[in-house]
């Protein structure tokens, strides 16, 4: 690699450097610690220390100097680079080469060896180099510009590195690499951080140690930004068992946002996949690249500062500048443009904000261009309102690309524009019939009381017109004069702020209006400005006749979820006059009903029937379930779902802001949790269930324009304000008694109602009366003190904290699952835990490198905590050869096959842990008789199958014939006949037989060829093996003529005998026939259905009674299966074996594809 010539000094280099050659001008190096067969302490340094270093500050192994005649100053101007992050064109595979180098020395001798002896000035040979090695520089740029932006190399050879390292499938795509180190105590070691889609890896080999670190992403529990003692900045990785930190990162900030992206992403598809969407970029998993998960972070920033819905994909954010006419200047901000929209948001936070839906959007128009406007573009909406950008930079692609945005908005959402409409917001009293601007929205025709039967019947629902609190306007403690004059000060106000700042959606969102908000909306604005500040407006005008087709769909059915809806419906503000009749219980029946129908994942959960009743007291019914739609899907995401995930997020990020904002309450009260008991309905009611309603219903109205901001402040202004309260309070029940006491006396200006607070019995009467707060000044306290939180910090400590709450719900889970298994086995507690984390981690395998099959079927969270994780056969098999003690070699397989058959009772082709762990559980403590009885079902049906691998194959083996005697020789010479002692045992045995137990087939003949072989391979490798032969050939040899005898008897009973036979050979004696009469010919009903051939003509079978009391004749044989087993090795063999195992499983099947492929 040629080099920008650059001056070196060698007084203090030479120690560190060896000369390979030289000439008068130019000489070739090798640095110390590269290619040296001896290897000598100075070299090991010196080579260990370029191991370590970052890429950019990695030294070359050699390198070529340009040598001026009477200087002490050399010039290195082409170096062989090390291949790891090395940006050369010509790089080999294997790393750093004497060859490459060779072929810059040769280049030189030929090139300007000779020609630099004709330079008599010293100075003019060093330009003439320069000149030259430049232009060579030059040339290589630009001929591997091309190939570099397809595919660097660099990344390249990272890639390669990461797939020799880790021995991953390719499955595992590597996302991103870096340059670190990974603190291990107080010593650091330097190496490189490798991220791929599933894992984090590390590697380093400093000093002949290599270090690998593989950490997956859904074990981790925390990601957070820390410091050491040594170093300020550092990222630490939280797991269940270890603490990493990992630091010295060129770029610590990308590094970080990478990681939250990945952990993020992984966590969220693998153990949230009730509630989370991926991206469309981010599907398929191993096509995520840094560049998507960029994209991500920005696109959900983008949807969560301007609370737009998830579908919204951000096109571009530009630098440019506003005009805002209220402050007569332009003010310097970003635009956003996605799919629907046209965003504005000011650098100054808080100064200004737009939202423009591209179906509101009548023009988009390139201005001239001048100095004072340099490259202007006005958006024209409806409401006869321009919006001038300036300083767009490539102003032309922008256009065209909003141009055919537009043009197919409005396309797909066609807009009736009237000119001759024009009615005025500030005329809206109560509830106009429309606030904004030109257009007309589709609404469905109401229908007469009188024919509202007549119409159910036919095809549109009977919905109501107007807000229900219309209906109800309650007299109270106030004067209807001074309730007037107030409602006219607030419509005064938002009048004036409209002609200012505009009356529509598209209006300029300042400071101003939020303190506007902060006061109060007036009644009859609320509705209708909610609608705007969510955005729910453009819902509802892009799907005129939406909810009524839902409506009507959705009527007379019934399931679970109306159920749930009926029980709920009398419980939704029953104060209230609106929902003590049949027409506020009818709509919000209605709306609710018709949500469930369009969202079913969602459906219908507690709280939505309290959120959705206010929205009907102050919003249309169809306008009332667009702005459900709003809260639910994008203001407060993953709230509404079977384990309320995003509302615990929530709660999570509560306790982080509250150490922060008031350390002293933190500190008194050590377990906030217990907080949560009073403060999640906070967050999944928007206070509207702890505080009174004309109270709470000024909550919502900051909520809707700060989305969850609003609620976070606010309950920190609760807090504060009871702090000394809390305090001095004994335990936690005391303190929740604080707060209950505080919100219910919490009171609103506007309030038409009674005095706060006697509603609540629980209060004695000498206890002293708690004072009355106003939620005006509650509101305008909790910005002033609190309102610093930013959308991205909000976002930030979401992302982190939703790691933490998953991670929860996975330590419940496998709690759960424990407590339930523990009773039933004789598993060590801890050992258990181990198998649960190997049996997830199979099932996680399975997810990261596998086709998606169904995996809601394998981790649904809605399911009972043992079925939550399911295996399929495959994933046993593995998990049978790492932790089974019944290993057979080549035959372990085929009888993981036959175990799991066995175990999957419900033939869904899964199992879960808690069946895993009984049969382990019968391998490892079971009794002698347990374990027979497991080998005998495994060779039976439903486990030995007819199309079984192995069942065809017969055992051919001089051991097992059956011309052997059943008398055998002693060691003394003395000869023991085992006939009668057998049939004792079997008698025993029978008669100690629970009768309640289901009595098990017989085994055919084939089955018990299979059962032996079983054995055989089972006692491969063992130290008695020898012993254990002998006893099994023996024990074969009895079993093998038990059956025959049996058969013989059966025969006799049912067929006449032939000719030529042996009478002996034919008829057993009396003693036989009643010791297998018993066990033979009493045949149960399923050996009859399963066996009817057999049975019919007294085919060769053995009972389990035959098998088992055959066995315990031989005391190797009982020691075999008595002996004590300990699992704990196999346990750490397999937590060190699971991944390889996997990947050489993936290797082979891949194989016969590159066969087939291969020409």
Request: charged share 25%; net charge negative; with cysteine.
């Amino acid at each position: 690699m040629w080099l920008k010539p650059e001056e070196v000094l060698l007084k203090n280099a030479l120690k560190l450097w060896v000369t390979q050659k030289s000439s008068c001008y130019f000489i070739l190096q090798r640095r110390r610690g590269h290619g040296e067969g001896g290897g000598r302490l100075t070299g090991r340094l010196v080579g260990a220390l370029d191991a370590v270093l970052d890429s950019n500050a990695r030294v070359a192994p050699f390198r070529i100097l340009l040598q001026v005649p009477g200087s002490q100053v050399y010039s290195p101007i082409a170096c062989g680079e090390l291949l790891s992050g090395s940006d050369v064109y010509w790089a080999v595979a294997t790393g750093a080469t004497l060859e490459e180098i060779n072929q810059h020395w040769d280049w030189l001798e030929q090139n300007l060896l000779h020609t630099l002896s004709v330079f008599d000035n010293k100075d003019d040979i060093a330009s003439f180099v320069k000149g030259k090695v430049k232009a060579l520089i030059a040339e290589e740029t630009s001929s591997r510009l091309a190939e570099q932006e397809e595919e660097p190399e660099k990344f390249r050879e990272a890639l390669v590195k990461f797939e020799a390292r880790f021995n991953f499938p390719e499955a595992e795509k590597l996302v991103t690499y870096y340059s670190c180190c990974c603190w291990k105590g107080r010593v650091p070691r330097q190496g490189w951080l490798y991220l791929s889609i599933n894992h984090l890896c590390f590697y380093s080999f400093l000093l002949g140690k290599e270090l690998k670190l593989v950490v997956p992403w859904v074990d981790i529990q925390k990601l957070e930004r820390t410091s050491n003692v040594f170093l300020t900045d550092t990222i630490r990785i939280t797991t269940r068992n270890k603490e990493r930190d990992f630091s010295m990162f060129l770029n610590l900030d990308e590094v970080f946002k990478i990681m939250e992206q990945l952990a993020d992403v992984t966590l969220r598809r693998l153990l949230d996949n009730e509630g989370f969407d991926l991206d469309p970029g981010l599907q398929e998993p191993s096509q995520i690249t840094k560049r998507d998960l960029e994209a991500r972070a920005q696109n959900e920033f983008f949807r969560a500062f301007f609370r737009l819905p998830r579908r919204e994909k951000l096109h571009a954010v530009l630098d440019c500048s506003l005009w805002t006419p209220f402050s007569r200047c332009h003010t310097a901000g970003r635009m956003f443009t996605s799919d629907s929209y046209v965003c504005f948001a000011s650098k100054e936070a808080g100064c200004c904000k737009v939202i423009l839906p591209l179906r509101e959007v009548v023009s988009i128009e390139k201005m001239e261009d001048t100095s004072l406007l340099p490259s202007p573009v006005i958006v024209s909406i409806r409401s006869k309102m321009a919006f001038q950008f300036i300083e767009l930079a490539d102003r032309d692609s922008l256009v065209e690309s909003l141009l055919a945005r537009l043009k197919q908005v409005h396309a797909d959402h066609p807009v009736p524009y009237d000119t001759t409409r024009d009615e005025d917001l500030t005329s809206s009293v109560c509830h106009s019939a429309s606030m904004w601007g030109d257009h007309r929205f589709g609404r469905i025709e109401m229908v007469s009381s009188q024919n509202s039967e007549e119409r159910e019947k036919e095809m549109s629902p009977q919905l109501h017109p107007e807000a229900l609190v219309a209906g109800f306007r309650r007299s109270g403690s106030q004067s209807p004069d001074s309730r007037l004059s107030r409602e006219q000060i607030k419509m005064r106000l938002w009048n004036d702020h409209f002609v200012e700042y505009g009356r529509t959606v598209c209006m300029f969102r300042t400071e101003k209006i939020r303190k506007l908000v902060a006061m109060g909306i007036p009644e009859s604005l609320r509705g209708k400005l909610w609608l705007l500040f969510s955005d729910a407006v453009t819902d509802l005008a892009s799907h005129p006749g939406y909810y009524g087709n839902l409506v009507e769909e959705s009527m007379g059915k019934c399931c679970l979820v109306t159920e749930e809806i009926e029980r709920d419906l009398h419980r939704s503000l029953p104060e209230h006059p609106a929902f003590q009749n049949e027409t506020g219980i009818a709509a919000l029946r209605r709306v609710l009903t018709a949500y469930a129908h369009r969202n079913p994942r969602i459906g219908y959960c507690q709280s939505m029937n309290i959120l959705t009743s206010l929205l009907l007291l102050y919003a249309e019914e169809e306008e009332a379930f667009w702005l459900l739609v709003a809260v639910c899907e994008r203001m407060l995401p993953d709230y509404f779902n079977h384990r309320v995930i995003g509302a615990q997020v929530d709660q999570s990020v509560f306790e982080e802001l509250i150490k922060e904002q008031l350390p002293e309450l933190a500190e008194h009260m050590h377990d906030l949790s217990a907080l949560a008991s009073i403060s999640l309905s906070w967050f999944l009611t928007l206070f509207l269930s702890i505080m009174p309603l004309e109270s709470a219903v000024n909550v919502v109205d900051c909520f809707f324009y700060d989305g969850i901001k609003a609620i976070f402040q606010l309950g920190l202004a609760v807090l504060e304000a009871n702090a000394e309260d809390l305090c001095s309070s004994k335990d936690d029940s005391q303190a929740l008694m604080v707060l209950s006491r505080f919100l219910d006396h919490i009171k609103s200006e506007d309030s038409p109602g009674p005095r706060p607070g006697s509603h609540h019995a629980f209060f004695s009467d000498g206890q002293e009366p708690c004072p009355v707060t106003d939620i005006a000044d509650l509101i305008r306290d909790s910005y002033e003190k609190f309102g610093d939180q930013s959308v991205a910090q909000i976002e930030h400590m979401r992302c982190k904290h939703r790691m933490r709450v998953l991670q929860g719900h996975e330590d419940t889970t496998k709690q759960n699952v424990l407590r339930v298994v523990i009773p039933e086995v004789s598993v060590l507690p801890e050992d258990l835990e181990e198998l649960y984390d190997l049996f997830k981690r199979e099932h996680m395998m399975n997810c990261y490198w596998e086709q998606p099959g169904p995996v809601a079927l394998r981790h649904d969270p809605s399911r009972p905590y043992t079925e939550q994780y399911r295996i399929d056969g495959r994933q046993f098999a593995r998990l049978f050869q790492l932790v089974s003690p019944w290993t057979c070699g080549a035959h372990t397989e085929i009888l993981a096959e036959r175990t799991f058959r066995l175990l999957d009772e419900n033939m869904d082709h899964l199992i879960e842990f808690k069946a895993f762990v009984s049969c382990l559980d019968i391998m490892y403590n079971g009794e002698m008789n347990e374990k027979i009885k497991l080998l005998y079902r495994l060779h039976i049906p439903p486990a030995l199958t007819e199309n079984d691998r192995d069942s065809q194959s017969p055992l051919k083996n001089p051991l097992l014939s059956t011309s052997r005697p059943l008398v055998f020789g002693k060691s003394n010479g003395d000869t023991v006949d085992y006939q009668k002692q057998l049939k004792q045992m079997i008698k025993d045995l029978a008669k100690e037989k629970d009768k309640t137990e289901k009595e098990l087939p017989k085994m055919s003949q084939r089955e018990f060829i299979q059962f032996c072989k079983t054995l055989y391979s089972m006692f491969h490798e063992d130290p008695e093996e020898n012993d254990l032969y002998q006893a099994i050939a023996t024990v074969t040899t009895l079993l093998l003529q038990i059956g025959e005898v049996g058969q013989r008897g059966s025969s006799s009973g049912s067929c006449s005998q032939e000719g030529g036979e042996e009478p002996q050979a034919s008829a057993p004696s009396p003693e036989q026939d009643s010791v297998f009469a018993d066990t033979h010919n009493g045949k149960s009903p399923r050996e009859s259905q399963v066996f009817p051939e057999e049975a019919a003509q007294g085919d060769w079978t053995v009972s389990l009674e035959h098998i088992l009391a055959s066995l315990l004749t031989e005391q190797s044989l009982v020691n075999f299966f008595e002996k004590p087993l300990d699992i704990k090795p196999k346990l750490e063999n397999a937590k060190i074996n699971q991944y390889s195992l996997k990947t050489c499983e993936m290797s082979r099947q891949s194989q016969p594809e590159l066969k087939l492929s291969s020409p």
